[in-house]
């Protein structure tokens, strides 16, 4: 007896080929495509056919518009990569006791890194966004999205592309897991000053370079997050909600 063959969708083969050449370099980031109708042709395939093959390519963050508006290679951001990863890890069942360990891996070492590379222009980001998480909790809301841009940043300071792209899709997480701690009424108050406190420090430390008080004030800041599900009560086997509100 033999198996049913699993046919893919020609659009597939239409995205997985043109994949396959820019991942084997034969097309280089900044060669545009073929037009549509040169596409059809090619495969022997019809336009719509091939509009929704691109269409998945450009999704993937491989391919994007260039001047005239023809799609051209181009190397994706890590922020692009990244809503995928993050929803794959959201369909798993993720849970904080996971994002926890997998972030005392991954952001001390963003710390540790930028205290290297960083300037006074990187300086002076940071500070804008400590200025606009304060005032944001001094108006009453939200600093989860801040929080997550000051982790970003760092990474982006510290310049280690590997880092970069193993830590965006575990920050995403961040969102539904700071806004248990901060919905919560024994750390709602506390919660958020604690964690501007944090940044503050581990900014001081940057501003002189010096990388070990930089990555042990992010280790500070990441055990402080552990310790507020454990003040609240919370499981942390259990998998984190899906909002990001």
């Avoid at 090619?42 to 023809?70: C, I, K, M, Y």
Wanted: aromatic share 6%; with cysteine.
């Amino acid at each position: 007896m033999f198996n049913r063959i699993e046919v893919k969708p020609a659009y597939r083969v239409v995205c997985e080929t043109i994949e396959a050449q820019i991942v084997a370099g034969s097309l280089r980031p900044g060669d545009l495509l073929p037009t549509e109708t040169q596409l059809a042709d090619s495969f022997g395939l019809t336009r719509h056919t091939v509009r929704e093959g691109l269409r998945q390519l450009e999704e993937s963050g491989l391919v994007g518009r260039a001047a005239g508006r023809r799609l051209a290679v181009k190397v994706p951001d890590h922020a692009e990569l990244a809503p995928r990863a993050t929803q794959i890890l959201r369909m798993q069942g993720v849970t904080f006791r996971e994002l926890w360990e997998a972030s005392m891996l991954l952001e001390p070492e963003s710390a540790r890194g930028a205290a290297g590379q960083i300037t006074a222009q990187h300086l002076i980001a940071l500070e804008a966004n400590l200025a606009a998480m304060e005032a944001a909790l001094n108006a009453g809301r939200s600093i989860i999205a801040l929080d997550v841009e000051f982790h970003a940043l760092l990474a982006a300071i510290a310049a280690n592309k590997a880092l970069m792209l193993a830590r965006e899709p575990v920050s995403q997480l961040f969102f539904p897991a700071l806004k248990q701690l901060f919905d919560h009424p024994r750390t709602r108050d506390t919660g958020p000053r604690r964690l501007i406190e944090a940044h503050r420090r581990i900014v001081d430390a940057l501003r002189v370079r010096d990388s070990v008080t930089a990555e042990q004030w992010m280790r500070r800041h990441m055990q402080d997050f552990r310790r507020g599900y454990d003040v609240c009560g919370l499981d942390t086997d259990q998998p984190l909600p899906a909002s990001f509100v």
